[in-house]
């Protein structure tokens, strides 16, 4: 049994190390120690995980590896308990010996361990039987509670509507009673019906808290009889104080509404009695019953009036209800009973006033109406009370009826329609010099465009609600103008009327008439940028900073937008100066006839030509419309531009010329020397040397310095100007060609 279950005893020789295996001879030496990434403690915790401790570690350490070392940590834990065993073998051997007459011990203890679970179980059934008696008891009074709270309930509503009709039965009979028995009794009837509104108010609660009870529903015919005759008492007792004006009446009036939650008959009363017929008197709604309305469909006049039948026949009830801590907050006279009622009649005596067919009246209304519900306004006591008002169903409805969206559209058809009008015209049209100041706009589509801005922030067009789409507007304006301007200086660079119809202005403008142009764009700038400027944030100086900053920064790219159309219209002023100015240069071309196959000696004098070549832009520069309508900035610029270019085609021909000279001499000369051969005749020369290139160099050359003494004395130095200084390179003397004189 020995050998089976546990290994021999220890020998004498077991003391000794082990025998090492053939392995640990031959091969590797051993590590007795696991390494560090092997911990064998983590192995003994309560919350190991064998899957999540594998995961872990074979990030960086190979399956492999960790079986083989697993194995070998088996293997070393096996020996150890080997080891052990062989160690107190003689301790574990008697071990069996000393577990005797264990299961008696066991027996022994069972029978007080079930006795002491009888006893626990039956406590716990007796208690658990005092608890359900407990709790159905708990149950019976919690039941017998609310019936008490119901039965209590149902004798309060009882009590309540038997008080309610004795109450009411010392009412009044009818409306004569008020009037018969003074402001005195009227003040005591008053106060009766405020305590019958709170018993009604109590009422209502104790109906809200038992509903669809037989006993209810059989007192609802009371119920109801007791509502209808507080109301009708209620509208005659109000009725009676505001014909009278008895405010303490008035006031217990509208308390009791308040109680009862009924506002909206108190403001339907205090229209119907006051409101409605001084309305009437203003708007009546048959216009041959007209009593101190204004005839027409403005309501200005109509607004001044009912202002003052507001401010002597309703503000006392006003004032009445904004006492403060008075619980009358939840009315809204001014909107429910005033403004509904001039709604309703403007609405049946004058409804073309909200219709902006006809934009300049409908504005003139539209103004006068906010001027109104501005004064209105001017009567709530607080800011609350002004977003309460502004809240109001009524003023929602009242606003809706004025249509800004579609004024704003026939505005817009109105004024882009001018400007479209005026830049239809076939022509540039300018105004009568006695017609306009001096320094103000010439042509008619530059005026049309200032006013069409200016119209989008008048008095009489703007509407401040939308500002923000006239403001696009006025951005769109000025668009408009410099894709029309832009567009049809691009048509006359091409040239070609037929493939731009609605150009024929640009096409057919002469460079004066450009003048204007120019002049007017300067103008346009300034004002947009300046004076129009400052009109539009004067206008909205109530908005937001960022507001602003952003509308000024939108003008400011409008106006600079105008002013970047100036260089193409310099540029198509240049253009036509110059091919006024090639029309002479082509004269070039009979230089090379006149010293061409001639004996003709060197020229002494530049070409009749020269003196043309400047003259347009002399004139222009000299004519009158430059000199009133640009600035010397203006004109230098002009001057230099065109200058450039007329030296850049002045360069051009030259070079052409003279090239085509030297071509053509070339081959003369060839051919003379072949025919000279064939004679054995000696050549010549004659003219000491001179060729026809260089007398006809000489030509260009007399004529270029005339052109420059013609620049100089417009004011451009020539020598300044890089193509006239490649054309001194051309035509020059070898002699002078590092230095120009002339």
Same mark, same amino acid.
Request: with cysteine; glycine share 4%.
């Given at each position: 049994?020995?050998?089976?279950?546990?290994?021999?005893?220890?020998?004498?020789?077991?003391?000794?190390?082990?025998?090492?295996?053939?392995?640990?001879?031959?091969?590797?030496?051993?590590?007795?120690?696991?390494?560090?990434?092997?911990?064998?403690?983590?192995?003994?915790?309560?919350?190991?995980?064998?899957?999540?401790?594998?995961?872990?570690?074979?990030?960086?350490?190979?399956?492999?590896?960790?079986?083989?070392?697993?194995?070998?940590?088996?293997?070393?834990?096996?020996?150890?308990?080997?080891?052990?065993?062989?160690?107190?073998?003689?301790?574990?051997?008697?071990?069996?010996?000393?577990?005797?007459?264990?299961?008696?011990?066991?027996?022994?203890?069972?029978?007080?361990?079930?006795?002491?679970?009888?006893?626990?179980?039956?406590?716990?059934?007796?208690?658990?039987?005092?608890?359900?008696?407990?709790?159905?008891?708990?149950?019976?009074?919690?039941?017998?509670?609310?019936?008490?709270?119901?039965?209590?309930?149902?004798?309060?509503?009882?009590?309540?509507?038997?008080?309610?009709?004795?109450?009411?039965?010392?009412?009044?009979?009818?409306?004569?009673?008020?009037?018969?028995?003074?402001?005195?009794?009227?003040?005591?009837?008053?106060?009766?019906?405020?305590?019958?509104?709170?018993?009604?108010?109590?009422?209502?609660?104790?109906?809200?808290?038992?509903?669809?009870?037989?006993?209810?529903?059989?007192?609802?015919?009371?119920?109801?009889?007791?509502?209808?005759?507080?109301?009708?008492?209620?509208?005659?007792?109000?009725?009676?104080?505001?014909?009278?004006?008895?405010?303490?009446?008035?006031?217990?009036?509208?308390?009791?509404?308040?109680?009862?939650?009924?506002?909206?008959?108190?403001?339907?009363?205090?229209?119907?009695?006051?409101?409605?017929?001084?309305?009437?008197?203003?708007?009546?709604?048959?216009?041959?019953?007209?009593?101190?309305?204004?005839?027409?469909?403005?309501?200005?006049?109509?607004?001044?009036?009912?202002?003052?039948?507001?401010?002597?026949?309703?503000?006392?009830?006003?004032?009445?209800?904004?006492?403060?801590?008075?619980?009358?907050?939840?009315?809204?006279?001014?909107?429910?009973?005033?403004?509904?009622?001039?709604?309703?009649?403007?609405?049946?005596?004058?409804?073309?006033?909200?219709?902006?067919?006809?934009?300049?009246?409908?504005?003139?209304?539209?103004?006068?109406?906010?001027?109104?519900?501005?004064?209105?306004?001017?009567?709530?006591?607080?800011?609350?009370?002004?977003?309460?008002?502004?809240?109001?169903?009524?003023?929602?409805?009242?606003?809706?009826?004025?249509?800004?969206?579609?004024?704003?559209?026939?505005?817009?058809?109105?004024?882009?329609?001018?400007?479209?009008?005026?830049?239809?015209?076939?022509?540039?049209?300018?105004?009568?010099?006695?017609?306009?100041?001096?320094?103000?706009?010439?042509?008619?589509?530059?005026?049309?465009?200032?006013?069409?801005?200016?119209?989008?922030?008048?008095?009489?067009?703007?509407?401040?609600?939308?500002?923000?789409?006239?403001?696009?507007?006025?951005?769109? #304006?000025?668009? +408009?103008? =410099?894709?029309?301007? @832009?567009?049809? &200086?691009?048509?006359? *660079?091409?040239?070609?009327? $037929?493939?731009?119809?609605?150009?024929?202005?640009?096409?057919?403008?002469?460079?004066?008439?450009?003048?204007?142009?120019?002049?007017?764009?300067?103008?346009?700038?300034?004002?947009?940028?300046?004076?129009?400027?400052?009109?539009?944030?004067?206008?909205?100086?109530?908005?937001?900073?960022?507001?602003?900053?952003?509308?000024?920064?939108?003008?400011?790219?409008?106006?600079?937008?105008?002013?970047?159309?100036?260089?193409?219209?310099?540029?198509?002023?240049?253009?036509?100066?110059?091919?006024?100015?090639?029309?002479?240069?082509?004269?070039?071309?009979?230089?090379?006839?006149?010293?061409?196959?001639?004996?003709?000696? #060197?020229?002494? +004098?530049? =070409?009749?030509?020269? @003196?043309?070549? &400047?003259?347009?832009? *002399?004139?222009?520069?000299? $004519?009158?419309?430059?000199?009133?309508?640009?600035?010397?900035?203006?004109?230098?610029?002009?001057?230099?531009?065109?200058?450039?270019?007329?030296?850049?085609?002045?360069?051009?021909?030259?070079?052409?010329?003279?090239?085509?000279?030297?071509?053509?001499?070339?081959?003369?000369?060839?051919?003379?020397?072949?025919?000279?051969?064939?004679?054995?005749?000696?050549?010549?020369?004659?003219?000491?040397?001179?060729?026809?290139?260089?007398?006809?160099?000489?030509?260009?050359?007399?004529?270029?310095?005339?052109?420059?003494?013609?620049?100089?004395?417009?004011?451009?130095?020539?020598?300044?100007?890089?193509?006239?200084?490649? #054309?001194?390179?051309?035509?020059?003397?070898?002699?002078?060609?590092?230095?120009?004189?002339?």
């Amino acid at each position: 049994m020995q050998d089976l279950q546990s290994p021999p005893p220890p020998s004498p020789q077991s003391t000794h190390a082990p025998p090492r295996s053939a392995t640990d001879l031959f091969g590797d030496p051993t590590d007795p120690n696991p390494p560090q990434w092997l911990n064998p403690t983590l192995f003994q915790s309560q919350d190991f995980d064998p899957e999540s401790y594998i995961s872990d570690l074979r990030t960086f350490v190979p399956l492999e590896t960790l079986r083989s070392e697993l194995r070998s940590h088996f293997t070393s834990l096996q020996r150890d308990l080997v080891d052990l065993i062989n160690r107190d073998y003689a301790d574990f051997v008697s071990l069996s010996t000393k577990l005797t007459d264990v299961d008696a011990s066991v027996v022994r203890m069972r029978a007080p361990l079930f006795e002491i679970r009888e006893k626990i179980d039956g406590f716990r059934n007796a208690v658990e039987g005092s608890l359900a008696a407990l709790q159905n008891r708990l149950k019976q009074r919690a039941d017998a509670g609310e019936a008490r709270e119901v039965l209590e309930l149902l004798l309060d509503t009882f009590h309540v509507v038997s008080k309610v009709e004795k109450l009411i039965k010392e009412l009044p009979s009818g409306q004569t009673d008020y009037v018969e028995s003074g402001s005195n009794l009227r003040e005591t009837q008053s106060m009766l019906l405020e305590r019958i509104a709170s018993e009604m108010n109590r009422l209502k609660f104790y109906i809200s808290h038992a509903q669809n009870m037989p006993f209810i529903e059989n007192m609802e015919k009371r119920i109801q009889n007791a509502s209808s005759l507080l109301d009708t008492s209620l509208g005659h007792c109000l009725v009676d104080g505001l014909e009278y004006r008895d405010a303490n009446a008035i006031y217990n009036c509208l308390r009791a509404y308040a109680a009862i939650d009924n506002t909206k008959n108190a403001e339907e009363t205090f229209r119907s009695t006051i409101v409605g017929p001084l309305i009437q008197k203003v708007i009546p709604q048959n216009p041959s019953g007209v009593v101190g309305g204004s005839s027409g469909h403005e309501l200005e006049e109509d607004y001044v009036k009912i202002k003052q039948y507001i401010e002597d026949d309703c503000k006392f009830l006003l004032d009445i209800s904004s006492i403060e801590n008075s619980g009358l907050h939840v009315s809204s006279f001014l909107a429910n009973s005033i403004l509904k009622e001039v709604h309703s009649a403007i609405q049946k005596g004058k409804p073309v006033v909200f219709s902006p067919g006809r934009p300049t009246v409908f504005l003139k209304n539209y103004k006068a109406s906010l001027d109104f519900l501005a004064h209105l306004e001017g009567y709530c006591p607080s800011r609350s009370e002004v977003v309460k008002f502004r809240s109001e169903a009524a003023y929602i409805e009242f606003m809706k009826q004025w249509n800004v969206g579609v004024y704003f559209s026939l505005r817009f058809q109105e004024i882009a329609g001018a400007l479209d009008s005026a830049l239809s015209v076939a022509g540039l049209v300018p105004v009568a010099s006695d017609q306009r100041k001096p320094q103000e706009l010439i042509l008619k589509q530059s005026i049309a465009l200032l006013e069409c801005l200016r119209s989008c922030w008048r008095d009489d067009v703007l509407v401040l609600s939308c500002s923000d789409r006239f403001l696009r507007l006025s951005l769109q #304006l000025m668009s +408009r103008f =410099s894709s029309w301007l @832009s567009a049809g &200086l691009a048509a006359r *660079k091409a040239g070609n009327v $037929g493939s731009n119809p609605g150009f024929e202005w640009a096409i057919s403008a002469v460079p004066d008439d450009l003048v204007y142009v120019v002049h007017d764009l300067n103008r346009l700038g300034e004002d947009v940028c300046g004076d129009y400027l400052e009109h539009i944030l004067e206008l909205l100086k109530s908005c937001p900073a960022e507001v602003c900053d952003f509308v000024k920064q939108s003008i400011l790219q409008g106006g600079k937008s105008l002013k970047g159309l100036l260089p193409i219209v310099m540029s198509a002023i240049i253009e036509t100066i110059v091919e006024k100015s090639v029309e002479d240069l082509r004269q070039l071309k009979g230089i090379t006839a006149t010293y061409r196959m001639t004996n003709k000696p #060197l020229p002494v +004098r530049h =070409s009749p030509y020269v @003196s043309g070549v &400047l003259r347009p832009l *002399k004139e222009f520069l000299e $004519g009158e419309r430059a000199a009133t309508c640009l600035t010397n900035e203006t004109r230098n610029e002009l001057l230099q531009g065109a200058a450039l270019e007329i030296t850049h085609r002045y360069n051009d021909l030259t070079s052409e010329l003279v090239n085509m000279s030297r071509r053509t001499e070339s081959s003369l000369q060839k051919l003379r020397l072949g025919a000279q051969r064939r004679a054995g005749a000696s050549s010549d020369v004659s003219d000491h040397n001179l060729s026809e290139t260089d007398k006809i160099c000489m030509q260009l050359f007399l004529d270029i310095q005339e052109y420059a003494r013609s620049l100089s004395l417009l004011g451009v130095d020539a020598a300044s100007i890089p193509p006239y200084q490649s #054309l001194w390179q051309c035509v020059a003397p070898a002699e002078r060609k590092n230095t120009i004189s002339f």
